[in-house]
Structures are given as C-alpha cells and as structure tokens.
C-alpha cells in the first residue's frame, strides 16, 4: 500500500478521531463521515488551524522547547535547558493537533509541518526508545529521578497520543514508529517485572491505551492498566507546599476514591485512561468507580460553567459545595480533560447526562480560552474578575495589559495571554479544536444520535452497515432551531435520535408533519426515513435565570443568566460610568430579556459607590437595594467573549433581589 | 555594674517590652510597671511559660534545628540539612520568648535555657559576624546567594530581635555581643558602598530598628531605613509560581503603595519597621503610608477575626472584598505581625482604632492558634471549615487527627497540629503571649490609658514623673464589668483614660458616684484621685448579630455572632445528630441569647439533608427555609476555642433568614 492509498483509507470511516474503544454503548464518527460547514464551532476550527497551529510552533521555537530535540540529538544538552522538564509535551500536543488538522482539512501543509516537526523529535530518541530532552543525558538528571515532578511518562503518553492522531489521519510513520519504540520501552521499563514506579501527573496511560487499540496491540493496554492500578498506594513523595498524595490522586486506589480531587488535569486524564482500560479489559468495577466519582464532582464540585477546580493552590478540585466565582482556577486544560472523560463515559454507557456536561463546558471553557484571533489564551476561567490588570501575575506587564509579545505566568489580569511558562493550555485547545465535529454524533446498530448541534454534514456508517447521510443546518447556539435534512435514506427504519439539552424547556420536535413535545433526552424519530425531508428540532433559547444550590456558600444570594448552553456575564465596560460591578444588584422579579441581539437584565446601581466603612461588618444588614440606588438595564455577554473587547472586570454570578 | 545589677535596673520601668521608640503619643509601659494576675491572658501566657516553650524547644532539638549550630561550629556541615533555610529564625524568636519570660516571671530556668541556646548559637558564629547554618559554610550554597529565598537577613532580623529582649530584661551579654556582630556585618555588607540586595522576607529591618533603639546605634536605624528605601524597584527576581513582585511588596515603594498585598506576613513586617524608621526619623510621609495602607487593608482586606491574608496561594492578601472564609489563611503569625503594626501605630499616633484591631486580633487569631494545653498549634485561621479530617494536608495522617507526635505541613484538617515543616506560628505566639501585658496601658504626660482589659496590676510612671498604681478587677471578656482600683494617686489632677471598644454599645462609667454613658473612644476621669476609690466601667457583653458588607461576596446572606470582642462559631459537634452545617439558617429575626453560659441561635436545620441534586444549579431560587425543617436551639462557641473538643467542622459565617 502507497502512502497515498493509506491516508486515503485512514481518513475513511475508520480513520480520524480522537477515542476508539473496541466495544461500547456507542461509536464515534470518524473525520471522513462527520464536517462542520459553519457557524460557531467552524469559525474557531477555521481560526486554530490557519492562526493557532502556526502561532504555537513560532513560541516553541523561540523559546527553545523544539530546540531541545536538537541539542540532545546533537549531543550539546547544556546545564541550562529552556522551559520546564514538560516542555516537550507541548511540542507533542502541537503535533497531534496538527495531525487531526491535516486529517480534517486534508491540507498539506499540515501534514508538512508534522513531518518538519518529527524529524527534529525522532534525531533525539535514544537507541532504547527512550526520548526526553530533559532527563537522561549530558548535563541532566538521571531517568526517572524524579518521578514525581519530572514529568517523563506524561511526555511519553503526549507523544503517544501524537502518533494516534497521526496513525488515524495519515498512517504508519516515522512518528508512529517513534512513538511505538517508545511504548515499547516504556513497557520494557516500567512493565510488571521493571520499575514500580507511577508518574506525577497521568497522562501515559491514556496514551498507551490509545495506542494500543490503535495499533492492535494488547500490552499497550495492559501497561496502562498497571500503572493504574499502582496508584493510589502513596508511592509518590508528598513535597512540601503540595497537599496530600490527593494532589497527584496516589491516596486512594482509583477503584475505592468516592469523588475527584486534588490536581485537576491530572486527575481528569487519569480518569480518561480508566475509562479506556475498564472498556478494554470489560472491568465494570473500574467504570463504575468513575461513573461515581463523575457523579460526585459534577454535583458538588462543578462551576456552572462546567470549568473543573476551585483552588489556585494545587490547580485543584476544592471540598464539596467550594465553589469561589473570583478564584475559580477551572483551568482550561481541565475542561478539555473534562471533556475527554465524559466522551469517553457516553461512548461506554451512552448516557446523555455525558453530553450535557460536553456541550457546558466545551462553549463555555474550551471555547472561552482563545481570543478570537486565536493567537492569545485564558489559563484559568474565573467566573468573576474584580480587578482590571491589577493582579497581572507578569512581572513585566503588571499593567495588565497582557502583551501579545511575553510569556505570561497565568494571565490573572482580565486579559488573555499569548503564551505562558507553562502553556500547556493553547496545544490543547488546538488538537481539541481540530476534532470538535468528531464529537457531533455517534452510530449505534440502528440508528444515529445527534449529541452536539453545528451546521455540518453527515454520512455514517450504521452497525447494521447502513449508510445514512444527513445535512444540519442551524445557527445554534444563537438560534435554537435544528433542521436535519436527509440526504440519503437507507432502506427500511431506522432511528434518529436528537439530543435535548438538560437545560431545554419547550423543546419541539416537527417530523413528518405532526410536532411532539420533547423533554430533555432523546427525540427520537424511528422510522423509514424519506431522502430530502426536513425533521426539525425547535429549542427554545430565550435567556433565562439560574440559581445556584445554597450550600454553594460563595454564590449564595447571587443569580446567573445562561441563553441556550452559554453561560453568561456582566463586564465593567458595560456598566454606567459612574457605577461599578460591586454595587450592583439585579431585579430577580423582572425575567432577562433579548433585544436587538442583546441580552439585558434590570439591576439596580449605586451611582459613585463610596469606598465602604472604615470597618466593613456592623450590627444591621445590608439593604437589598441601597440607598439611592437607580434602575438600569445592563447588557451582559456569552463568557466565552469576556474580555474580548478590552481587560475587563468581569462577574458570572450576579447580587439579586427576588421576591 | 554587675550582671545582677543589670538584670534588676533592665526589668524596672525602662526594662521589658518589645518596642520603644524615640518619640510618640504614647508611652509603652515595661514588664517592672504592669502584671496579669488572672484571667483570659493570664491563663495563655501561664500556659504558654509552663508548655508551650520546652514544647518548641524539644521539637527543634528533635528535628535537628539547633544541632545545626552545633555543625556549623564543629565544622562538620553535611550535604543534607534538616529544617528549611529558615529554621534558625525558629531558635531565635524562641530565645526572644523566653527572654521576654524570663523580665516577666524572674524564673531562672527561662535565663538558664537563654544561656544554654545562646551557647551553642554563639559558637556558629563566623569571625566576621555573618551567622547563618544554612548559607556561607562547606556544602552550603554561598553566603547571600539567594537573597529571594534564602531567608538569611530574615533569620538575622530575629536574633537582634532575640538580642533586644534580652537587653530589655537581663543586660548586654553574650547574646547581644552576638547580635551586634552580626548587625555589624549586616550594616558592613549591605551599606551604602555594599551589596545593594534586600532580603525576600522582610525583617532585618525591625530587628536593626529596635536593636538600634535598644543600643542607642542609629546606624542600625539607618541601615533599616536603607534596606525600605531600597525595597519595591523590582530587583528581587520573581519566580514561577509566586504571583508578581507584590508577594515581596517588591514591586512599588512602600511610600507609594495604596494597601497592604502580597505575602501577608511579609508585609506586615516591613510595614512595622516602616513605622519604626518613620518615627526614628521624623518621617511623616512615610508614617502617613502606612497609615493609609492599614487603613485600606483593613477595610476591605481583613476578616471579622482581625485575620489577614486571603489565599493560601501565595500566603497572601487578596483584592479588595475578597474575604472567603473557607479558604481565609489568616496565618497565626500574620495576626503576630499586625498586632505588631498595630502597637507601633498606635503609639506613634494615640489613635484607638489600633487598639481596637490589636483587641480583635489578639481574641481571634492569636488566642485562637494554641491549644489550651499548649501543645499544639493552628498555622491557619480560616473562618469555615468543611470538612473534618478528610482535608488534612498530612500525608501520614490522612484521618485529620493531627497527631501529637508528627510534624504538619499546615495542619487544615480541622486539628491543631504539634508541629510544622514551617513552624513559624508556635514561636511566634510563645514571644507575643510573653509580652502580652506590657499591651494592656499606655502612659502620656500626665495620663494613664488602659487599651486592654485584664485582671492586673500596673505602676506607672507618667511623662511628669508622677508615679499611679491601680488594680484591675475584671472577668473580661466573659464579663464586661472593669474596676479600676486605685492603689496610690499621685498629687494633683490626671487623667485616667479607659478605652470604650468600637464594638460597644451602652457602656457606663462609674465614678465619683456619678454614671456617664461611654461611647465607642475613651471614656475619661480627669481629676484628683483618690487612692482606695473604685472606677467602673461597665460594657455590656450580650451576644449581637454582626452582618457583613454586601461587596464581601462571600459571606452575602450570612450572619456572624460576636460577644464582647469574641467572634463565636458553629461546630459541627453541637449540631443535633442527624444534620449537618450545612443544612443551616439562623433565624435572624431572633436575637441571639446567653443562656447558663451558652450563647444560642434560633436556627432552621433540615434532618437528614440528601447529596443533593445532580447539577446543583437550577431556575428556582433555593427556598430561605427549606422543606421539613425544624426549628433548633444552636449552641456557638467563642472561636479562639473551635476544635478544642476535638476536631470538628466549623463556620462563623452562617446562612441567615432576616426580616
């Protein structure tokens, strides 16, 4: 088989995406049957692959990250080495995402670019398959000193996943044979009769699982399985200023944790890799264990908009009901870790409460991160932002003012960043941007169920090796109403199933001339179905009030506007001149509005609020309205735009007065 | 003069106390011119001689601290090193306290044990002065090669600080000798013509102030002045993980800043020798400063405790209004170091409102740090716990009962913990608590004011020369009745001023056979005394409400519970056996009570609350009182003694139904 005939096929109904389990409740679409053609999701798919990809390889190749395969394959590794010892994963996550793209767009130069990028990561392979450009050789610690921090396996599992994208989209490889020397040696060093060793922060596992039902190899799997197994019994040091071995989720055996905590991302990708290893290995103890901890975390320690993390310190999961809007970290990468799990649990299960989570907090976290331009990112999702630029945590910008031009720590100040010293979060929004229409659907034996709503076409392959093509048009989320035109029909009934929005109320299903209520779950038109007739979706999206559950002690009083799946915010550019975000208070007995494109709510202000006593707790409560406060009608904006315009103050959760 | 001789002439009037300026509006009074003789700081300081100072000194003998003089001076300085870089400050401040227990107490076994760790920190003494066991020595990184985080001039900062408590309690000796060589060297290295370097934690710069106060050496007054002036252009390096240059108040000069930010301890340290040098050198601008800054801080930065410090990330204070009180650090010694800024404001300025903070914070953070044996300490003072034990940060405790015998990183289970990795709060406490008396009064020119009330007595000399004795009678705070009697009264008129708390409303003066309302300030008897009569002032105690400012997001809807200066708390150990905190409403339209010496809420509780919902955000706002709750009488108890039964969730902010 020529390369050419092998990217053909590969990008065929089995080729592009990102999880194939071998068994499941569901299958996902593969890049050849599913393509967005506009609307939201495409504009950003547009702007990572022709800003984003490019934008992330010139600031690795600037700050010397891709210099670092070089300098070890040239044998030149200095005792200064630029970037953290995760570096590497960045360039890995560059690739892959640039693999998908190429998978998705069919454009050479993306796949010019993944070979321009192996070939310098290949050079600096060792002999044994082991490649790390900050352990192992002149001048750097030994390999696998530190297991804790030093980040070697998830590098490792980055590469792997690398290869996936690259194996399904393109073919066999150098990459792929990079990455399978690699496993390979992986597996050779930390297999039953090896090392015991775990790493810090998971991440192999998922890679090795992928890689293994990737390439048909069962060892893969069961290495993943082990290291899975080997955490949780406190063999990870516990430095100082790190919580407890919760933080890197080696407290408890994953089979025994009741609910998620410490590190956020390592614990999503941890979960993610369990979910493959309980599939592969039919472990139902295993996939339940993750049900409940999902089930927990999601009721308790969840920001509405589905960003994951209550803490800075530890970037972790807090207590039950520790929900702090101002220092929620719901960091970006625990949002694409996030998704990662719930599409792997829906694909397992086919519970739709999956999807819900994937739709919140793809639109509202993933999609919060990049500015539009593609070329400047959020790290952490706060849902309240008190001070504009005054808590920059750059030295070099404390302004505020984020420049297009520096390394930004966290960007804390309001503002998006263009890079960070740990940038772990622009490569993951690219590769998950770059597989986003692969998450639009699943095929079952009979049927096909639509989970996520974009404009784009359709053509799957059912189990029962029926073809059923479709076209979806809408303009969702701005506009509630889904019209799936079929294309072509096959023979005899089969199912089409619509998702509807946990948070849809009046949802209409019009099919074949009658019009049905549909509940959130399934709408479901099982039939013959005719090529060039119209099944329409109709759900309303009319902005709406969302309150939260009292024992979330840090939003108590307050209500939140969401419109559809978008959560929405108040910004200080919006307000008044003479008025500012904390005196504010929204009129609950009067519903949020929609007009000329804009979603407004009537709050009360206080004009030139003073700058508060010179004790700030005293023996009366505070007024529900205060004192020559004046009626305004205040224009709030999707979150995923805050901050677009300008560094703003910002607020999700808004004081209210209800009746 | 012989040592004995000293000693009696340094604990009289001009003897023992921890600071005293040049000039100011007030006078401090030494340990030869106040006692308690009973109550609430009796019993701590009693406890803290009898327990808490052999307690620290066996830890650090255990761990290794104090060995490492012994390794310094024998030469024998190993590759490892137990203790952080900043151990040795823990061996001086517990000099500093037993010094100050020795002026209080005239026990020769608080002088024996000065003498046994003078020895053995004087042999690590270098030739030239410098004294550091972590820097400057074979396997040691080089002298001040880590000025960010190396913590060498913040360790020299306690030993003067140490030096001055023994000056003021026993006389010049071996201590101070050491002291001032190591002032010498200081002021030698770091000059004008020296190294232009700052430490990353300030302290040095107290410790030179009041050293060269105690010394009558300007040049160590100056050299602090130097090191403040040098401080906030940026020169110490941030590192990744540390916010920007705000966490070592690096970032702007302390005559610009407009509040207090950063690493809370850190600030407050700096702020009180930036008083100290302000009043030594007649500097209004800087005084005016700092003044400022505590008064923004405190209006917008500081918890209903008197804590400071907002995030456990960074240790620091947070924005303005950002007071959460789950995850308020309020670090024990923040509390030191404002009481700290506190006293020296209010001495420079005669203003009450430092002896108003310096009340709160001594009732609810530092009161609140030990074990009423003694024994075990809270590093943190966070103002809602949530969960018992499952939080703690040990990795060999995991169950939250911090053991006696085990070391703690920061003790957030809900226990206080014997010891820490960074065990900066016991020693700190020990040093206050030793002095705490020589708080309680104040003398001017012909007056005598009473800040603090506590069973004691005081002889004072005032500015005329006059001499006044009285006796204080009081069960404060459990009892808000002070008398005041008067023991000898000095020929002629003078004022005997007694502070009437902010908090207090409807306090009496009983004197003369008259009674006059107090308000909130002082409330003054200005005449001929008369030696025998009694003067009363009565401040009612009942419990009250105290609600917060609606710009604190995080306690909107909450009510706290105060009485007299005590916050109180809600323990989980008092709730009815089948509920839980929170499924909690104070009833805010019944006033809380004292009843058999408990002070009771009405409060709605729900029996067995559920997990609650899937998604704890919905369209209907939470009902104030939620279905099938009943009515409970809840006990609170002072917060100062929240896990003492054992460990326990906790709030002081309670959900609140009012009118």
């Given at each position: 088989?020529?390369?050419?005939?092998?990217?053909?096929?590969?990008?065929?109904?089995?080729?592009?995406?990102p999880?194939?389990?071998?068994?499941?409740?569901?299958?996902?679409?593969?890049?050849?049957?599913?393509?967005?053609?506009?609307?939201?999701?495409?504009k950003?798919?547009?702007?990572?692959?022709?800003?984003?990809?490019?934008?992330?390889?010139?600031?690795?190749?600037?700050?010397?990250?891709?210099?670092?395969?070089?300098?070890?394959?040239?044998?030149?590794?200095?005792?200064?080495?630029?970037?953290w010892s995760?570096?590497?994963?960045e360039?890995?996550?560059?690739i892959?995402?640039?693999?998908?793209?190429?998978?998705?767009?069919?454009?050479?130069?993306?796949?010019?670019?993944?070979?321009?990028?192996?070939?310098?990561?290949?050079?600096?392979?060792?002999?044994?398959?082991?490649?790390?450009?900050?352990?192992?050789?002149?001048?750097?610690?030994?390999?696998?000193?530190?297991?804790?921090?030093?980040?070697?396996?998830?590098?490792?599992?980055?590469?792997?996943?690398?290869?996936?994208?690259?194996?399904?989209?393109?073919?066999?490889?150098?990459?792929?044979?990079?990455?399978r020397?690699?496993?390979?040696?992986?597996?050779?060093?930390?297999?039953?009769?090896?090392?015991?060793?775990?790493?810090?922060?998971?991440?192999?596992?998922?890679?090795?699982?992928?890689l293994?039902?990737?390439?048909?190899?069962?060892?893969?799997v069961?290495?993943?399985r082990?290291?899975?197994?080997?955490?949780?019994?406190?063999?990870?040091?516990?430095?100082?200023?790190?919580?407890?071995?919760?933080?890197?989720?080696?407290?408890?055996?994953?089979?025994?944790?009741?609910?998620?905590?410490?590190?956020?991302?390592?614990?999503l990708?941890?979960?993610?890799?369990?979910?493959?290893?309980?599939?592969?290995?039919?472990?139902a103890?295993?996939?339940?264990?993750?049900?409940?901890?999902?089930?927990?975390?999601?009721?308790r320690?969840?920001?509405?908009?589905?960003g994951?993390?209550?803490?800075?310190?530890?970037?972790?999961?807090?207590?039950d009901?520790?929900?702090?809007?101002?220092?929620?970290?719901?960091?970006?990468?625990?949002?694409?870790?996030?998704?990662?799990?719930?599409?792997?649990?829906?694909?397992?299960?086919?519970?739709?409460?999956?999807?819900?989570?994937?739709?919140?907090?793809?639109?509202?976290?993933?999609?919060?991160?990049?500015?539009?331009?593609?070329?400047?990112?959020?790290?952490?999702?706060?849902?309240?932002?008190?001070?504009?630029?005054?808590?920059?945590?750059?030295?070099?910008?404390?302004?505020?003012?984020?420049?297009?031009?520096?390394v930004?720590?966290?960007?804390?100040?309001?503002?998006?960043?263009?890079?960070?010293?740990?940038?772990?979060?622009?490569?993951?929004?690219?590769?998950?941007?770059?597989?986003?229409?692969?998450?639009?659907?699943?095929?079952?034996?009979?049927?096909?169920?639509?989970?996520?709503y974009?404009?784009?076409?359709?053509?799957?392959?059912l189990?029962?090796?029926?073809?059923?093509?479709?076209?979806?048009?809408?303009?969702?989320?701005?506009?509630?109403?889904?019209?799936?035109?079929?294309?072509?029909?096959?023979?005899?009934?089969?199912?089409?199933?619509?998702?509807?929005?946990?948070?849809?109320?009046?949802?209409v299903?019009?099919?074949?001339?009658?019009?049905?209520?549909?509940?959130?779950?399934?709408?479901?038109?099982?039939?013959?179905?005719?090529?060039?007739?119209?099944?329409?979706?109709?759900?309303?999206?009319?902005?709406?009030?969302t309150?939260?559950?009292?024992?979330?002690?840090?939003?108590?009083?307050?209500?939140?506007?969401?419109?559809?799946?978008?959560?929405?915010?108040?910004?200080?550019?919006?307000?008044?001149?003479?008025?500012?975000?904390?005196?504010?208070?929204?009129?609950?007995?009067?519903?949020?509005?929609?007009?000329?494109?804009?979603?407004?709510?009537?709050?009360?202000?206080?004009?030139?609020?003073?700058?508060?006593?010179?004790?700030?707790?005293?023996?009366?409560?505070?007024?529900?309205?205060?004192?020559?406060?004046?009626?305004?009608?205040?224009?709030?904006?999707?979150?995923?735009?805050?901050?677009?315009?300008?560094?703003?103050?910002?607020?999700?959760?808004?004081?209210?007065?209800?009746?």
């Amino acid at each position: 088989m020529t390369a050419e005939e092998n990217a053909t096929t590969a990008v065929g109904p089995n080729g592009g995406r990102p999880v194939v389990p071998t068994r499941g409740a569901r299958r996902p679409l593969g890049m050849g049957e599913v393509a967005l053609t506009g609307g939201f999701w495409a504009k950003l798919q547009a702007t990572n692959a022709t800003a984003t990809l490019a934008h992330c390889e010139e600031w690795m190749e600037r700050l010397g990250w891709l210099a670092n395969f070089d300098r070890v394959a040239d044998g030149t590794t200095g005792p200064e080495r630029p970037g953290w010892s995760f570096s590497d994963s960045e360039v890995y996550k560059l690739i892959e995402a640039l693999a998908w793209e190429y998978g998705r767009s069919g454009e050479h130069a993306y796949d010019a670019a993944v070979r321009r990028l192996t070939a310098r990561v290949a050079r600096a392979q060792d002999p044994d398959g082991y490649l790390n450009t900050a352990f192992g050789h002149a001048n750097h610690p030994p390999r696998y000193s530190d297991l804790e921090f030093g980040h070697e396996l998830y590098c490792t599992g980055h590469l792997l996943q690398a290869a996936v994208a690259r194996l399904r989209t393109w073919g066999d490889d150098e990459l792929v044979a990079v990455a399978r020397r690699a496993a390979d040696h992986v597996c050779a060093t930390f297999g039953p009769d090896g090392l015991p060793g775990i790493c810090g922060h998971p991440e192999i596992e998922v890679g090795l699982a992928e890689l293994g039902r990737a390439l048909g190899q069962e060892r893969y799997v069961e290495q993943a399985r082990l290291f899975l197994d080997r955490r949780g019994h406190r063999t990870l040091r516990v430095p100082f200023g790190i919580g407890s071995g919760g933080y890197f989720q080696d407290d408890e055996p994953i089979r025994k944790a009741a609910t998620w905590r410490g590190h956020a991302v390592r614990q999503l990708y941890l979960s993610a890799a369990a979910v493959d290893v309980a599939v592969e290995c039919d472990d139902a103890e295993l996939l339940a264990a993750v049900e409940r901890q999902w089930t927990n975390a999601v009721a308790r320690r969840t920001y509405l908009t589905g960003g994951m993390g209550s803490r800075h310190q530890d970037e972790g999961f807090g207590e039950d009901w520790e929900l702090p809007p101002d220092r929620a970290y719901c960091e970006t990468c625990a949002g694409v870790a996030s998704v990662m799990v719930s599409w792997r649990l829906y694909l397992a299960t086919g519970q739709l409460r999956y999807a819900d989570l994937i739709e919140r907090t793809a639109f509202n976290v993933i999609a919060t991160s990049p500015r539009s331009d593609g070329r400047a990112f959020f790290y952490a999702n706060p849902l309240h932002q008190r001070a504009v630029g005054e808590e920059s945590d750059d030295e070099e910008s404390d302004d505020g003012e984020e420049s297009d031009d520096e390394v930004s720590p966290r960007a804390e100040g309001g503002a998006r960043a263009a890079w960070f010293d740990v940038s772990c979060c622009p490569t993951n929004v690219a590769r998950t941007l770059a597989t986003w229409h692969t998450y639009l659907a699943t095929a079952g034996e009979r049927e096909l169920t639509l989970l996520q709503y974009a404009a784009g076409q359709i053509s799957a392959q059912l189990g029962d090796g029926r073809t059923v093509e479709i076209e979806v048009d809408t303009a969702y989320p701005h506009d509630g109403l889904v019209t799936v035109r079929v294309l072509r029909a096959p023979a005899g009934p089969m199912a089409l199933r619509l998702r509807v929005p946990a948070w849809a109320r009046g949802a209409v299903l019009d099919e074949g001339g009658h019009q049905h209520p549909a509940a959130p779950g399934l709408a479901v038109v099982d039939r013959q179905l005719v090529a060039g007739e119209e099944i329409r979706l109709s759900i309303p999206v009319s902005p709406r009030y969302t309150w939260p559950d009292p024992r979330i002690d840090a939003t108590r009083g307050c209500v939140a506007v969401e419109r559809g799946p978008l959560v929405y915010c108040a910004e200080s550019l919006d307000l008044p001149p003479d008025t500012t975000l904390e005196a504010l208070t929204v009129d609950a007995a009067t519903a949020p509005v929609e007009r000329d494109g804009q979603v407004l709510v009537r709050a009360f202000t206080t004009p030139r609020p003073g700058p508060g006593p010179a004790w700030p707790y005293g023996p009366a409560p505070a007024p529900h309205t205060p004192d020559g406060a004046r009626t305004v009608e205040l224009p709030l904006v999707p979150y995923h735009q805050w901050a677009e315009r300008a560094p703003s103050a910002m607020r999700v959760w808004l004081p209210a007065r209800h009746p």
